[in-house]
């Protein structure tokens, strides 16, 4: 079953696991980019493509922390919520999942617009995007977001058609351990639950930061992987949220998720 597959990998997933969801199709890979760089909502998502994820993803604003916002989600109506996992055509679906990390900082940054207003925002890791789209949506002037699955940006730029959002630049590829261009804010969330991910993500936020003044912001519900890792040590509460129940049971009873500022 996808859903419980997706569900293991809460605390379990591997970097070569993750891998593998950039491997799908160059035809897949293209289109995000041509979404990204003609900037017109769903022009240029392949039709096949469009009608395979509105036919296997429900429209959502219930039951995570932001209802403002409509996400297409993998829920208990889906097919591939019990289907067999390897019926999945394409990479793993970690994007049609709201982690409750990236929920956090899309509620933060949706009653927090000052913290993204007028700046730059890299949305790491986005999935379905919902931080950029609260970024967009809070007035920040320019959002990329970035997944490594190239069909997450083409979930991407269909969530972004049912928020009345301009889709935001997609970048589908690995950027740590990267040169990257100043950015104002990066966020990122759910994303240590590797310790070599945690490692790399570790030196290369620093990195970020050192060089450009870079704020980070990490939104995490409490996982082992994340309280046990030496960043933590240089990490600032902002704010934590209670999760809602049906987040809570789809999260192995993770019971609330906090907002990190992280100030080597």
């Not at 899309?106 to 007028?118: C, E, F, G, Q, T």
């Not at 379905?128 to 609260?134: K, M, N, Q, V, W």
């Not at 003044?213 to 933590?232: A, E, M």
Request: net charge negative; aromatic share 10%; hydrophobic share 40%.
């Amino acid at each position: 079953m996808v859903f419980c597959y997706l569900k293991w990998f809460i605390g379990f997933v591997s970097r070569d696991v993750l891998t593998k969801a950039s491997r799908s199709s160059n035809r897949s890979t293209s289109l995000v980019w041509r979404c990204c760089y003609h900037r017109t909502p769903g022009s240029f998502l392949d039709p096949e493509m469009r009608a395979f994820l509105e036919e296997n993803t429900e429209v959502s604003s219930s039951g995570h922390l932001t209802p403002e916002i409509r996400l297409r989600l993998l829920t208990p109506r889906c097919r591939f919520w019990q289907e067999r996992a390897d019926l999945w055509p394409y990479g793993d679906p970690f994007w049609a999942i709201y982690w409750p990390g990236g929920q956090a900082l899309s509620r933060y940054i949706l009653d927090n617009p000052d913290a993204v207003r007028m700046g730059s925002v890299l949305d790491l890791g986005s999935g379905c995007g919902a931080t950029a789209i609260a970024a967009v949506m809070s007035g920040a002037s320019q959002v990329l977001a970035n997944d490594i699955d190239p069909i997450a940006g083409m979930a991407m730029v269909l969530n972004c058609e049912l928020n009345n959002v301009n889709p935001f630049p997609i970048l589908t590829k690995n950027i740590i351990d990267t040169e990257l261009d100043h950015w104002d804010l990066i966020v990122l969330g759910d994303m240590f639950y590797d310790e070599q991910l945690a490692n790399s993500l570790h030196r290369w936020l620093r990195k970020c930061i050192s060089i450009h003044g870079t704020k980070v912001l990490i939104g995490d519900p409490g996982r082992p992987q994340f309280l046990g890792h030496r960043i933590h040590s240089q990490l600032h509460q902002v704010v934590e949220y209670s999760l809602p129940e049906s987040t809570r049971q789809e999260n192995n009873g993770l019971t609330s998720s906090i907002v990190w500022s992280y100030q080597p």
